[in-house]
């Protein structure tokens, strides 16, 4: 099965950058798409941004478009997220995704495996 492992979280000062990356190993699929989800205490789980693997569209969600640039190296079976200008808000568990889904998507049902989440703290 596919494993996903997250990497890069920390403590971060509002307005600070950080890189999270998510190394892919075990089976793949075809077509797949990879998902950054986040979750902040109390809240459910949310969408951070989306890629397509195949042709490396995008999707980002509202709340981070301008502030966040998802990418993949196909050599290197990893999956970014860069994050500028973070805000307090943005503090959470950042879960990294793969489903076997030939579109883009931002609904957990469509991502089949999940890491283990990488904790980012943005302090103010």
């Known amino acids: 099965q596919v494993q996903l492992v997250e990497s890069g979280g920390g403590l971060v000062q509002a307005g600070g950058s950080l890189r999270l990356s998510c190394a892919i190993s075990?089976?793949?699929?075809?077509?797949?798409?990879m998902g950054w989800f986040r979750q902040a205490p109390g809240k459910e789980r949310q969408f951070v941004a989306a890629?397509?693997?195949?042709?490396?569209?995008?999707f980002t969600a509202d709340s981070m478009k301008g502030r966040c640039t998802i990418s993949r190296d196909n050599a290197k079976n990893t999956v970014y997220l860069q994050m500028n200008s973070l805000k307090p808000e943005d503090t959470a568990v950042y879960y990294c995704?793969?489903?076997?889904?030939?579109?883009?998507?931002?609904?957990?049902?469509?991502?089949?495996?999940w890491g283990q989440g990488t904790q980012v703290t943005v302090s103010s």
């Open positions: 075990g089976r793949t699929f075809t077509n797949y798409i």
């Open positions: 890629i397509r693997w195949s042709n490396g569209n995008t």
């Open positions: 995704a793969a489903g076997p889904y030939p579109s883009l998507s931002a609904s957990r049902s469509s991502y089949r495996f």
